[in-house]
């Protein structure tokens, strides 16, 4: 089969700048967070539910989740990324289904959670790539410009 025509792969992006970009993240989802959860909390103490805690964290896991998923199906890029010229693909650069956004997202939130070991495994994966991006046949890429 001839790739004449055909534009070259983006490259994968060092893992420099994607840590770089998580630093980003970390940073605007603690303010969107902080804020949300303030919200969220006044309102379920209001409504007198003694469920304030889990109504908390719910609603801040529902929030954060819809971001990534909205961003990353859209268009491949959260605001980090898109300052950093990252895009999120699969392996043969097409955008993401919702099943494997679905998949990415939920095998981070473990990784991360779990001491951060996604991003320990990116030290020694031949690619450097975040371990749920190994598992899920997605990686991150430089765009244009960057």
Same mark, same amino acid.
């Given at each position: 089969?001839?790739?004449?025509?055909?534009?070259?792969?983006?490259?994968?992006?060092?893992?420099? !700048?994607?840590? #770089?970009?998580?630093?980003?993240?970390?940073? *605007?989802?603690? %303010?969107?967070? @902080?804020?949300?959860?303030?919200? &969220?909390?006044?309102?379920?103490?209001?409504?007198?539910?003694?469920?304030?805690?889990?109504?908390?964290?719910?609603?801040?896991?529902?929030?954060?989740?819809?971001?990534?998923?909205?961003?990353?199906?859209?268009?491949?890029?959260?605001?980090?990324?898109?300052?950093? !010229?990252?895009? #999120?693909?699969?392996?043969?650069?097409?955008? *993401?289904?919702? %099943?494997?956004? @679905?998949?990415?997202?939920?095998? &981070?939130?473990?990784?991360?959670?779990?001491?951060?070991?996604?991003?320990?495994?990116?030290?020694?994966?031949?690619?450097?790539?975040?371990?749920?991006?190994?598992?899920?046949?997605?990686?991150?890429?430089?765009?244009?410009?960057?």
């Amino acid at each position: 089969m001839s790739t004449a025509g055909l534009p070259a792969p983006a490259p994968s992006a060092t893992l420099l !700048r994607r840590l #770089l970009s998580l630093v980003y993240e970390a940073l *605007l989802l603690t %303010a969107v967070v @902080l804020l949300s959860g303030g919200v &969220a909390t006044v309102t379920a103490e209001a409504l007198g539910t003694g469920y304030t805690r889990m109504l908390t964290q719910t609603s801040l896991l529902m929030l954060c989740s819809a971001y990534f998923l909205s961003q990353w199906l859209r268009s491949g890029q959260t605001l980090p990324m898109k300052t950093w !010229r990252l895009r #999120l693909e699969t392996r043969d650069g097409r955008r *993401l289904s919702a %099943a494997t956004a @679905l998949w990415r997202l939920f095998l &981070a939130g473990i990784g991360y959670g779990a001491g951060g070991i996604t991003v320990l495994w990116a030290l020694f994966d031949r690619d450097r790539q975040f371990m749920h991006d190994r598992l899920c046949g997605t990686r991150i890429v430089t765009t244009a410009g960057g």
